[in-house]
């Protein structure tokens, strides 16, 4: 992984593919690549490592024959290490056919390839899996394929794994060939032009009109048109879809950062959702659910990775407790190696930002073929998951850019609360004890802009926490899982190694750690029935010198002891109900993680080493 894009029939294709790889930045990537067609047909390639910027200096130093074909790629190294050599395009030869590939994804069996090629003449070039593509196809061709999407169709039957890509064919310009298995890729249409990517927004601006391929289809695109052959080898029409990209080049719109700019989004998020999935005049949740009988689920299971996950519990912590329906959840990336067992009555709920998240893809196939019912919560409805889904929830987030998910994690919370209450709506709860449940979750874009009003306290906060190798952070009920999602925060953009627990399990192992030189950070609402137990915490971590950051409302700071409030930093949140305590809670912590990690100069919105979607598994 991590970014595609193809162009074919367009004078500008290197500067479509280049300016396309530029709007694919936010999704993560070690090191870019471009290759075209020359005058006579043959592959003319540039590569960098680093930011996308050496791969411009690199062409404009050496420039590229003009044409009207070209390929390029961002990737996210997975198979050897970033270098030069490892970067896309990969090229491979057999006989008179050479191609030149971009892949996403990961071919799993590629050292069996490679043992299998090498004594055919196969020259491997560098460390990773996807030189063998090439290679596979023009194998394939020179022995007995017909055409270049039926060696496509032969080279996937032999790739073990999650893969999307686009071949050039040497000497073959205006024709590009790109298939997918488990990772996204689209096909854009133009006039007397197509295109290949693996987010249409890297197409923003060239074309509003996009076919999204399905699992082992093969798309042909060149300046006449788009055929598409299923896995069977059968011809196939792929819906249309219009889709207005306009608002995602917004930019920063003024904010140093996407991440802070998204932050402040969250009011409006909020609202937007409130507005669509509420009724008006009974204050009542109305997500769009015709393809579930509610009445009927005995058993939910929510699955996600990584800040998905932390929205997933804070779900199941509502579900339970007003529609009073079992809930696991599990990390993706586990699930289905267990073979779990599908209880009748039972519904699958993916969480996705993107919907293409590999693992969770993976897991809600496996629950599919097992015959439950899907539901999706996605930023994306054009996703694979919400193509899978029996209903989708759109989180109605808009575009995130910043790698590091803020804006889309509160809409997840937001939402799979709203979806427990209307599950428990169908269970029999009064309407108008749900009324209640609406009206708080109403005040929420107020108080959101409140707190982003204020960060003095916060600023405060992050000096004492800028010199720390490591911190703890601890939280109760549905307080647990926002805990985890900042320990996340601070560690993803701020680099400091941050570990979460339930408050109650610090006494089983982490209290080994506390000492002078360790911050812990404690969520604590004053309306959950906790907080007395909190303070227990707090006299813990303070007997051990440890350095105390306490987050509560007013009237939980008012219950600390004058020894525990001389010896905690406070930051302060408005006092609400318990219900929507987690959106409230996380937005210091999405604070604080921003300004320790802009004090400490690293790169907010495309963190080392992180990719804004997973889509290998």
Same mark, same amino acid.
């Given at each position: ?379 994306? +409805? !054009?996703? #694979? ?5 029996? %209903?989708?929830?759109?989180? /109605?987030? *808009?575009?995130? &850019?910043? =790698? ?9 919370? +937001? !939402?799979? #609360? ?5 599950? %428990?709506?169908?269970?029999? /709860?009064? *309407?108008?004890? &749900?009324? =209640? ?181």
């Amino acid at each position: 992984m991590c970014g595609i894009v193809g162009v074919v029939g367009n004078t500008e294709a290197q500067s479509i593919v280049l300016t396309g790889l530029q709007r694919l930045e936010y999704r993560g990537y070690d090191s870019a690549g471009i290759a075209s067609l020359g005058a006579q047909g043959q592959f003319q390639t540039r590569k960098a490592v680093g930011k996308l910027q050496s791969l411009l200096s690199e062409v404009e130093a050496n420039p590229l024959t003009a044409t009207t074909t070209a390929i390029g790629h961002t990737r996210w190294a997975t198979h050897g290490s970033p270098t030069t050599a490892n970067a896309h395009p990969h090229q491979g030869k057999f006989g008179k056919y050479g191609f030149a590939v971009v892949h996403n994804g990961i071919i799993e069996n590629y050292q069996e390839l490679r043992a299998e090629l090498t004594p055919h003449g196969a020259n491997f070039l560098s460390e990773t899996d996807t030189e063998t593509i090439p290679y596979v196809i023009a194998d394939a061709l020179s022995r007995s394929a017909e055409t270049v999407a039926m060696a496509v169709r032969a080279a996937t039957s032999k790739f073990r794994g999650s893969f999307a890509f686009v071949a050039m064919q040497e000497g073959e310009p205006d024709h590009l060939t790109g298939t997918r298995r488990g990772a996204p890729l689209c096909v854009g249409l133009g006039d007397k032009a197509n295109y290949f990517a693996s987010d249409p927004l890297a197409l923003a601006g060239i074309t509003s009109k996009f076919i999204f391929l399905e699992d082992d289809d093969i798309a042909s695109i060149s300046p006449q048109g788009v055929q598409i052959m299923d896995g069977s080898g059968k011809i196939v029409e792929r819906p249309v879809k219009t889709l207005d990209l306009s608002t995602d080049l917004a930019g920063k719109q003024g904010f140093k950062h996407f991440m802070l700019k998204e932050i402040h989004e969250q009011p409006a998020v909020v609202s937007k959702l409130l507005q669509e999935y509420t009724t008006t005049d009974s204050l009542q949740p109305n997500l769009p659910m015709t393809g579930l009988d509610l009445k009927s689920i005995t058993y939910i299971n929510i699955i996600a990775c990584g800040t998905a996950s932390y929205a997933a519990m804070v779900g199941k912590y509502f579900i339970e407790q007003f529609a009073r329906v079992p809930v696991n959840v599990e990390v993706a990336s586990e699930f289905r190696y267990r073979n779990p067992p599908y209880p009748p009555g039972g519904l699958f709920v993916a969480v996705s930002q993107s919907g293409e998240t590999a693992d969770t893809l993976a897991a809600l196939e496996h629950a599919k073929a097992a015959g439950q019912k899907i539901l999706v919560f996605t930023n994306v +409805t !054009t996703s #694979s998951m919400a193509r899978a889904a029996d %209903a989708v929830i759109d989180l /109605m987030a *808009g575009r995130e &850019i910043a =790698v590091a998910s803020t804006k889309a994690f509160t809409a997840m919370m +937001t !939402t799979l #609360s709203l979806f427990s209450l209307q599950l %428990a709506a169908a269970r029999g /709860m009064p *309407g108008k004890d &749900i009324s =209640v449940h609406i009206n708080a979750l109403r005040t929420l874009p107020n108080h959101i802009t409140n707190q982003l009003a204020s960060t003095k306290q916060l600023e405060a906060v992050v000096e004492q926490i800028l010199p720390a190798h490591s911190m703890l952070y601890l939280g109760r009920g549905a307080l647990a899982p926002i805990a985890f999602e900042g320990a996340l925060k601070i560690k993803e953009i701020s680099y400091i190694h941050a570990e979460a627990y339930a408050s109650g399990e610090m006494k089983h192992g982490p209290i080994a750690l506390v000492d002078k030189h360790l911050p812990v950070v404690n969520l604590a609402t004053s309306t959950d029935g906790l907080f007395e137990k909190t303070v227990s915490n707090l006299k813990e971590v303070e007997a051990r010198h440890g350095q105390v950051i306490l987050i509560t409302d007013s009237e939980g700071e008012s219950k600390l002891d004058n020894v525990t409030r001389q010896n905690t930093s406070v930051i302060n949140v408005p006092t609400v109900p318990a219900f929507i305590a987690p959106m409230v809670f996380t937005i210091p912590l999405q604070v604080l993680a921003y300004l320790t990690a802009t004090a400490k100069g690293t790169d907010v919105d495309q963190p080392r080493n992180l990719a804004k979607s997973v889509t290998v598994e």
